[in-house]
Structure formats: C-alpha cells, structure tokens
C-alpha cells in the first residue's frame, strides 16, 4: 500500500529499520497482519484486566496509615534552600495526603533534571522516619545510588537520621553489617541498588 505525504510534513519519515535487521514488513492484505494484530489486543486486554484486579486487590488491603506532618517535618522543608515550584508543592501535599491514608500508595513523579523530584522522595522519607519507619531508596545504578546518598546525608545534616547506602562498592563485610544494622532499626533510610532487595 502508499501513503502519500505532503513535501511540508517530509519530516514525519523515517527509516522503518537499518539493513541488518530481518524484521518484515506485514503485507496489509495477508490475513498474518490481521492475526498479529488481534494477539496484540488480546494481550494488551488481558494486561488491562490483570492490573485492574492487582489495583482492586490493592484497594482492599489495609497499609499504615501515616501521621499528619508535625513541627520537626516543617522544619525539615523550612530548611529547603531553593525556591520550591507550584508543582512540587502540590505533589508533595497529594504525596502527604496519600501517606496519611490506611491504603497503599503508588506515585510516579515525572520531572526534568533539577526540578526536584528527589526533594519530594526526601520529604517523604523523612515522614516515614518520623513515625518509626525504615525507608529504602532503590536506585538504577550504583552512580545513582552514589549521588542521593550524598544528597541525602547533605539535606539531613541537621537532622537524627541515620543514613546508610549499598552497591558493588560495599565489601561484603561492609554490606554484612549494614543488614544487621538495619534488622537492629538502626539505620532510618537505605540507598542502593538492586543489592538491597538481597
């Protein structure tokens, strides 16, 4: 089949695959297009109705039920040293409110580099500490796990929060008796790579 595309939208055309690879173009009167199409739909259903009753299931299900912000957890935003946006104001509130609540919570926070999504993670980290919790802060790599490690302990300088990471670069006597400091209670909040869920 031809689509025909005007000289002025050029720009909307780009190379279906380079020349190594052996992916096939459908030929759109086969009935093999229609076939993958129809399997595609049903997965894509079957996923649908398989996170629908994962979000009921969750709904269901009691969580700790956090409480509202006191005057140490102020403070600790009273310490901020930049000048917080409209959105990261708003979605540390909606983020609060979600803690408050006896169910459990998702949040995906989206936001270009610098605009404070960890701010918002440290926040509510520290609301967790306040109420006894211990918090683990999973991150992609291990530089990462690096860098909120330093942005934690800077942001939490003046404050009793204990502060540990773990990645590759832990001995494993070092990432030992981190694990048993953090059975103990003694470390509030943990950074660190997939390492952690071991």
């Known amino acids: ?18 020349s190594s690879n052996v992916t096939k173009v459908a030929n759109l009167r086969s009935q093999k297009f229609n076939q993958a199409k129809e399997r595609a739909k049903s997965s894509i259903k079957k996923l649908a109705f398989n996170l629908l009753k994962l979000q009921a299931q969750r709904e269901t299900e009691q969580a700790y039920a956090f409480s509202s912000p006191c005057h140490l957890y102020q403070e600790f935003e009273l310490e901020f040293p930049f000048v917080e946006t409209k959105d990261q104001r708003s979605t540390t ?43 683990v802060l999973l ?25 540990e990471f773990l990645s590759r670069f832990k001995t494993a006597k070092e990432a030992k008796e981190i694990q048993k400091e953090i059975e103990l209670g003694n470390i509030d909040i943990i950074i660190g790579t997939h390492k952690v869920l071991s």
């Open 1 to 18: 089949d031809k689509v025909y595309v005007p000289v002025y939208r050029m720009n909307l055309i780009q190379k279906y695959s380079d």
């Open 93 to 135: 509130d909606r983020v609060l409110q979600e803690m408050q609540k006896n169910t459990p919570m998702d949040h995906l926070v989206c936001g270009d580099v610098g605009f404070g999504k960890t701010e918002i993670a440290m926040r509510a980290a520290f609301k967790a500490v306040l109420d006894k919790k211990q918090v």
């Open 139 to 163: 991150a992609p790599t291990t530089i990462l796990t690096l860098q909120h490690f330093n942005s934690f302990l800077l942001r939490f300088k003046n404050f009793p929060v204990n502060i």
